[in-house]
């Protein structure tokens, strides 16, 4: 009976990547926060290779957290449902910033006529009225 052992060495970023089931671009990241590769002439782009003992290690003392998932896999009625969602939340952000522009519009038509408004109902205002009024009554008193 033959027995299929995993490698004990990986020689490139492929085999690496593939012993963990990620993307070479993926586990080249990881790098940085400590994937134990190692480079025969120490220099970052040397060739690289690893351990699968060392690899297994890390991935059992580095926080989850740290590494992220990035295989997304969704079914397809999990992706019709994703999609549906972003199709209604784009439909209510339009709503709202379509209400958002009449709320400014009114409030500026409201502004712009405050003025008009002001002059027939108050005589503390003369031709060039304060934004305080009692400083413009103060001004005429003195």
């Given amino acids: 009976m033959t027995t299929v ?5 990986l020689n490139s970023w492929k085999e690496i ?6 993307g070479v671009r993926t586990v ?9 590769v190692r480079r025969p002439h120490g220099h970052s ?9 060392d690899l297994d290690a890390w991935l059992t003392k580095t926080p989850h957290d740290r590494v992220p998932r990035t295989n997304l896999n969704f079914g397809g009625n999990e992706l019709q449902r994703l999609i549906q969602n972003s199709i209604e939340l784009r439909t209510k952000t339009r709503a709202l910033r379509e209400e958002h522009h009449r709320a400014i519009v009114k409030l ?30 103060l001004r005429r008193a003195g």
């Fill in 45 to 53: 782009r040397s060739p690289v290779f690893a351990f699968t003992r």
């Fill in 108 to 137: 500026f038509e409201t502004l712009s006529s405050m003025p008009l408004h002001m002059k027939s109902i108050s005589p503390l205002y003369g031709s060039s009225p304060s934004r305080f009024p009692e400083s413009n009554h």
């Fill in 28 to 36: 080249q990241r990881w790098e940085t926060l400590g994937l134990p």
């Fill in 5 to 9: 052992t995993k490698p004990e060495l």
């Fill in 17 to 22: 990547a593939s012993y963990l089931g990620r």
